[in-house]
């Protein structure tokens, strides 16, 4: 039967759809545990950057003049922000959250955006968009290191100290556990830090915390060593930027492969069931046919051997 | 005498946690010793090697890629852009990188941008070979 043999050939493709969208689940899985440890070991380095960072920052002389990477702009014209998405797709609403989630921003800003892309998906999504982007990157390897990542920063850095931008924000997805990952729209330069808000006021009631009481020795100075220290901070929150995002990306993957796989299961389940009335149907018929056809025959003996008696 | 408790960290993972004896440190303004009770100090740090001494126990030969130092009385933080410990280190690819950037110095003029990152590569790649054979030395003594 023509049906039966269709079915069958939709089971077989069923399977196959369901084999590979769990080895694709299971490659998600193991890729994002990667990616999470990956965050995780820069967590002591940007601990300890920050706090260098903050304590650099309150030593800065009344006259002195703030760093550029730390001083806002009183006139803001133009905007950059840095979109991390993936290259590939395949990953649930991962790509169309964060890209959705810069756009409504990108709109309600009053200036104009450059946009600096990190993943394929961004690029597409914003040029269809029509609007201007200024660097693209793709295809980063899967397992980043600081040197891959460290051009992006360079870009906004450069930008930003040119006068090209004067405020420079960055949209990546926040890995908040396997299920949850929340897009995050944050400014990257100029740097805040803390010490500029809250700290400052609560100073007298909380007991300081070693690094505020020691006096330090500098060597070379305060400024030379902020410097440095600034583009390497703007450089590790990139990098943990595109990690977090990273992460993002393998569960929401993950996810996406175990709901298709579970619908795959589903189908099959389905279409068994099918397959099995259409072949019962058939047997059906087929016996109902070999029946009809000897009772047939036996009435056709049955009446030739009545003539006879007669 | 009370030991410093040491961390070389980089923005990808802690490369030495543990507590030695002294610091030996490559500066921007020279090499620098830190031993316990050293008076609080932040200074920006260079290529080139960095040795941790502990008693009665082999030393530790890091080579850094410049980085920053913080030093209080018993404790130092190191910051590295890049750190690596001797055993890590593939002698044949810092050899290779090392010859890839003098032929690259050599063709190029001063003033060009290939020359100055060639230039870093050399020194990069100059200090991982030494820390590199400094481990090979000092495993072949008994």
Known sequence: ?310 | MSPLRCEVVTAERIVFQGEVDMVLAPGVQGQLGILPHHAPLITALTYGELILRRAGQEDEYIAIGGGFMEVGPHQVTILADSAERAEEIDIERAEAARRRAAEIMAQKRREDADFARAEAALRRSTTRIKVAKRKRKAGGKP
């Open chain 1, 1 to 310: 039967m023509s049906s039966t043999r269709e079915i069958r050939r939709r089971i077989r493709s069923v399977k196959n759809i369901a084999q590979v969208t769990r080895a694709m689940q299971m490659v998600a899985a193991s890729k994002m545990r990667r990616a999470q440890e990956q965050v995780l070991a820069t967590r002591p380095y940007a601990e300890k950057a920050w706090e260098l960072l903050n304590h650099l920052a309150s030593q800065r002389a009344a006259d002195e003049a703030m760093h550029p990477l730390l001083e806002m702009r009183t006139e803001i014209r133009t905007v950059a922000m840095v979109l991390i998405t993936s290259d590939r797709g395949l990953c649930g609403s991962y790509n169309h959250n964060i890209i959705h989630h810069a756009w409504r921003f990108i709109r309600e800003l009053p200036y104009p955006v450059h946009l600096i892309t990190v993943g394929k998906r961004g690029r597409e999504a914003m040029w269809r968009l029509r609007q201007t982007i200024v660097a693209e990157f793709s295809n980063l390897p899967p397992q980043p290191r600081l040197l891959d990542v460290t051009p992006i920063a360079q870009v906004v850095i450069e930008g930003f100290i040119a006068g090209q931008y004067d405020v420079v924000y960055l949209a990546h997805t926040d890995f908040i556990n396997t299920l949850i990952q929340r897009p995050a729209i944050w400014q990257l330069l100029p740097i805040r830090p803390l010490f500029l808000g809250a700290t400052q006021v609560s100073e007298q009631h909380q007991p300081r915390t070693e690094m505020a009481v020691t006096e330090y020795l500098y060597e070379p100075d305060p400024r030379t060593i902020l410097d440095t220290v600034l583009p390497r901070f703007t450089e590790l929150q990139v990098y943990q930027a595109i990690l977090e995002a990273l992460a993002s990306e393998h569960s929401a993957r993950m996810v996406a492969m175990r709901n298709a796989t579970e619908n795959a299961n589903e189908l099959l389940a389905d279409l068994t069931l099918t397959y099995n009335r259409a072949r019962q149907e058939a047997i059906t018929k087929e016996m109902l046919d070999i029946v009809g056809g000897s009772e047939a025959l036996a009435r056709l003996r049955g009446e030739r051997s009545a003539h006879r008696a007669m």
